[in-house]
């Protein structure tokens, strides 16, 4: 048997799933978390939630199937994009993370469309940028807690 172990990040819950790469699905399990809103337009979740959820999803996974979790041959990840995490150097997170769908950016997204044409921004981000995207809000960050930044020795993903 080929187990294969799965892992999807979302906004609103992880999942897990144990995958049998003959017979199908084993076993899933998943664990919701909110979205805080602590002001209008504002989306925003710990990733120590994440973490803390994602362990007790596994955890769980493995009391209910044992054997097939000892036998996970590939982790597949998946889940949320554009949001950011700002962490110190250790790798903690200095502030809630800043998810995709987080609209407090939209000053700086305007300040980004008077410079950058559609074709430029695709030569220059492959994308165009939307608000909850990495680079409007850490300019965001930049304008209202730059502090933060300062302390900051990486920026990352959800994922």
């Not at 939307?130 to 960050?141: K, Y």
Request: net charge negative; proline share 5%; hydrophobic share 40%.
């Amino acid at each position: 048997m080929s187990v294969i172990l799965g892992i999807d990040l979302g906004t609103s819950s992880v999942k897990a799933m144990l995958l049998d790469s003959v017979k199908g699905v084993i076993s899933v399990e998943s664990s919701p978390y909110e979205v805080s809103i602590p002001f209008e337009g504002y989306a925003e979740q710990n990733p120590e939630t994440w973490w803390l959820e994602t362990k007790q999803v596994l955890g769980r996974l493995r009391d209910k199937n044992e054997q097939e979790f000892n036998e996970i041959q590939a982790v597949g990840f998946s889940g949320q994009m554009h949001g950011i995490v700002v962490a110190d150097c250790e790798g903690k997170p200095l502030r809630p993370a800043i998810l995709w769908l987080d609209q407090r950016s939209r000053k700086e997204l305007e300040s980004i469309n008077s410079v950058l044409d559609f074709r430029e921004m695709g030569e220059i981000f492959r994308n165009r940028a939307f608000t909850g995207f990495a680079f409007p809000s850490l300019m965001w960050l930049k304008e209202h807690e730059p502090e933060v930044l300062l302390k900051a020795g990486v920026v990352l993903m959800p994922k």
